[in-house]
Every structure is written in C-alpha cells, then in structure tokens.
C-alpha cells in the first residue's frame, strides 16, 4: 500500500472493551492514514457491524473472502479466567480454533493477522517477560491463549501476536474491567458501618489503558500499510506496578472518598493466577510505538462522573 490509499481492516470483536477503543482511534479524523474499517460483533452487534459468530467458521470463510481485507485485528476472545476454567472447549473453539480458521483464510487472501494475547500466558514467577521467554500458563484461559498464538503463527509466521495485560478503560458497565469493577465495593465501603472491603494485595498488576493499546494497534497497522510488518510476538504493557489494593486506593483517591480497604496478602481466586507477568515492552517501544497514560489521570477521568459511565 502507498500513499493515503485506502487500507481496509478487519476489526473482529469491536463490541467488546479494547475493540470499542480501537475502532475510535482508527476512526480519529487526525490519523495519518484513511482507513477503512469494518467491525464485526457478535451478541452485541450495533448498526454498523457485521454480526459474525466466530464459532461458526462458514461464516467467518465467507466474511473473510467476500471482504478481502490487509489486515485483520482480532480482538474477540473468551477472556474471563472463570468461565474458561469451567467450560475450557469453550475457550478452545474461541481462543485456538477460531483463530486458526481467521489464520487459514488470511493466508489464503493475504492478509496480515494482528491478534491479541495475554500476559496470562506466563506463570508469573520470573518477571519481566520478553516476546521469547516461554510461556507456561497457569490456568485454562492462559492455555488456550497460548495454543491460539500457536496455531496462528504455525499457520502464518507473519501475523502477529500483541500480548497485554490488565486493561481498563472506556466502559459500557463498570464490571466490563477488573479495575473499573472495584469501584462500587471501594463506594460502599466508605460507609461507617462497612466492615472493610477486601483487595488483592498479593499480585503485581500492570493496568494498561485501552485508548493507549489502541494507539499501538494503529502504529502496528501504520508499519504494515506502508511495508515494515511486524511479524511474531510483541508486548505492550502500562510502566506502573500495582496490586488491586493499590488500586481501590487510587480509585478512592479519585473518588475522594475516605474507603476502608482490607490487604489481602495471600491468593483467594478459585482460577489459579500469576502472581507478577510484567511485559517488557522494548520491541514495539525501539519502533516508536506506543503511548501511556498515567494511571490516576487515566482513572480521574473515567471516574468523572460516577457512578454514571464515562464517554465512549
Ligand atoms: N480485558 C482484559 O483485562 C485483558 C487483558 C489481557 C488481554 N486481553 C485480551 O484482549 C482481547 C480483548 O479483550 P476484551 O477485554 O476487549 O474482551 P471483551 O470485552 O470480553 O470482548 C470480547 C469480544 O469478543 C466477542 N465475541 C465473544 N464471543 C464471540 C463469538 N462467538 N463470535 C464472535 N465474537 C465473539 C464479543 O462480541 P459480543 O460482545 O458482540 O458478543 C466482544 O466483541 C482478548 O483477546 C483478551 O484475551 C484482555
């Protein structure tokens, strides 16, 4: 592609938390770039999506070959540990079958497969993890995460695979988030009468904001338009370390609210998860990629006008 000829993009799973901020940075009206986007959602499908069950893999044939796209982000997932533990075939049809199929048809037209990962994907014992160190999943999500980064890149070694971890950001309900859902239990507990809150203070986690992810996505697919594809295993990741404790203390900071929040020093999930997966970012930071924004002005703003929800 040359110029600022139009450059079509698959955005797959633009209904969900980072598909929503990758479609409005790519439809910003300073970027570099005209592109044409075109979305698809499944159970959330708006007026201008394409509804397409990825499960059903005619389909994603069809909406693949019909629309012959130059790239393919793919930001569709089962990506809620809990459910992936208990229905596990679930989370393999999802995150590894589906995407092979996405992989095959790329490859048949083409296309550049931009797909999203996990910093799950790692046991969480030896921080920070770089694109080569071998991932060794602790739980169902974190497996399947990874047979579909396999299965992509053995089926098409020029895709790509952008690992991330803990995202916040723009929501559609506060619990769409794991950081964003602390915040109606941060609210009650500031009533005199709360006996406390409980928050993890045992995992380090790195909140990473969707509309800086999206940045990147864009500055990914900018390298592909004009020829420098980035091809393997990447990562992005926020620079700011914090345990949901310290979380619920920013996000009461935010809210001015006097909360009593509780340390909980040891693991209580029922899903077993990593305890530090901090992704070092250097590859996409040497291409000048990136953005982030620091957490309590990101927060500040989301928080703005709770409990009503934030401006998509
Ligand atoms: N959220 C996090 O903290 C986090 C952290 C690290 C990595 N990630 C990764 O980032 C990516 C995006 O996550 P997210 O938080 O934006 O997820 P999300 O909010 O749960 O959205 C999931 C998306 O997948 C779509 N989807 C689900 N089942 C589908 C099906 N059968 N066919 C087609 N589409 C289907 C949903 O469509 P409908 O809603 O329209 O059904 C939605 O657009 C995922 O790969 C996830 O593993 C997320």
Redesign the pocket.
């Known amino acids: 592609m040359t110029g600022n000829q139009a450059f079509t993009v698959a955005l797959i799973?633009?209904?969900?938390?980072?598909?929503r901020a990758v479609a409005a940075e790519l439809a910003r009206a300073d970027s570099a770039r005209t592109w044409r986007v075109v979305t698809t959602?499944?159970?959330?499908?708006g007026l201008h999506d394409v509804r397409?069950?990825?499960?059903d893999h005619d389909a994603v044939r069809a909406f693949l070959s019909d629309l012959k796209p130059d790239a393919i982000v793919v930001?569709?997932?089962?990506?809620r540990p809990d459910v992936c533990e208990n229905d596990p075939a679930l989370a393999r049809a999802?995150n590894v079958d589906a995407l092979r199929e996405i992989a095959r048809e790329a490859r048949a037209t083409g296309a550049w497969v931009l797909s999203?990962?996990?910093?799950y994907v790692f046991d969480g014992t030896s921080p920070p993890y770089r694109p080569d160190d071998a991932p060794a999943p602790l739980n169902a999500y974190g497996r399947s995460?990874r047979d579909g980064e396999r299965a992509l890149l053995d089926c098409d070694p020029a895709s790509c695979v952008l690992r991330?971890?803990?995202?916040y950001g723009p929501c559609i309900d506060w619990n769409?988030?794991?950081v964003t859902s602390l915040a109606p239990a941060i609210v009650a507990s500031a009533d005199a009468a709360h006996p406390g809150a409980p928050m993890d203070a045992w995992a380090t986690r790195y909140p990473t904001f969707t509309p800086d992810v999206a940045v990147v996505i864009r500055g990914m697919l900018e390298h592909h338009a004009r020829g420098a594809t980035i091809s393997g295993i990447t990562h992005w990741s926020g620079d700011e370390p914090m345990t949901k404790f310290d979380i619920a203390g920013r996000i009461a900071r935010a809210l001015k609210l006097d909360a009593r929040v509780i340390a909980q020093r040891t693991p209580t999930d029922a899903t077993p998860r990593p305890r530090d997966c901090h992704l070092d970012s250097a590859r996409l930071e040497a291409l000048g990629i990136g953005r982030r924004t620091p957490f309590d002005h990101a927060i500040a703003g989301l928080l703005a006008h709770y409990p009503d929800l934030p401006d998509q």
């Open positions: 799973g633009a209904s969900g938390l980072l598909g959602a499944h159970s959330r499908a397409l069950d990825l499960l930001a569709a997932a089962e990506r999802l999203i990962s996990t910093d995460k991330l971890p803990l995202l769409e988030s794991a």
